[in-house]
Structure formats: structure tokens, C-alpha cells
């Protein structure tokens, strides 16, 4: 998949959306706010939103729930893309 603004934000939706479908909108926002945060400072690497955009969402979604703060949110997340 090309990496491309629109690609972005519609894994980001998708991962969204089966956190709301489990949790509700408002904590949803909460759980996917690290990555948001990742990826809309510049910190995401290509090979990070290439791992992003190929990755299973539920995996993604579930790696950000079970994070207790932004440093293991992202941790977890690069340890399932297999990146450092």
C-alpha cells in the first residue's frame, strides 16, 4: 500500500473504529491518541507507517489498549512491526 495522507487516516479510522465498537467513542479517542500524536508530530518513521498501513488493525488496536502511557503505546507497537 502507498504511503499517502488519506491511506493514513483511514487505518487510523479503521483502528478507531473497532475501538469504539469495544470500548465507545470516548475512550476510543483516548487509547488511539498516542499513535495520532506519532504520527501527526513527524516522529512516525516510513518504515513505521509502512508497518502501520500493512498491520492487521485488531492487532494495532489492541497493542494501543493494553498500553498504559504514550512510551508503551508506541513501544508495543514498533516491537509488532518488528522496528529497533
Same mark, same amino acid.
Given at each position: 500500500?502507498?504511503?499517502?495522507?488519506?491511506?493514513?487516516?483511514?487505518? %487510523?479510522?479503521?483502528? =478507531?473504529?473497532? &475501538?469504539?465498537?469495544?470500548?465507545?467513542?470516548?475512550?476510543?479517542?483516548v487509547?488511539? #491518541?498516542?499513535?495520532v500524536?506519532?504520527?501527526?508530530?513527524?516522529?512516525?518513521? %516510513?518504515?513505521?507507517? =509502512?508497518?502501520? &498501513?500493512?498491520?492487521?488493525?485488531?492487532?494495532?488496536?489492541?497493542?494501543?489498549?493494553? #498500553?498504559?502511557?504514550?512510551?508503551?503505546?508506541?513501544?508495543?507497537?514498533?516491537?509488532?512491526?518488528?522496528?529497533?
Open positions: 500500500m502507498a504511503i499517502s495522507r488519506t491511506s493514513i487516516d483511514n487505518k %487510523v479510522w479503521q483502528v =478507531r473504529k473497532y &475501538l469504539m465498537e469495544r470500548y465507545g467513542c470516548d475512550r476510543a479517542d487509547i488511539v #491518541a498516542p499513535l500524536w506519532y504520527v501527526e508530530t513527524g516522529r512516525a518513521s %516510513v518504515a513505521f507507517l =509502512r508497518a502501520f &498501513l500493512d498491520s492487521k488493525t485488531f492487532m494495532t488496536a489492541r497493542r494501543l489498549a493494553n #498500553a498504559r502511557t504514550y512510551d508503551m503505546a508506541i513501544g508495543s507497537l514498533k516491537d509488532y512491526y518488528g522496528l529497533e
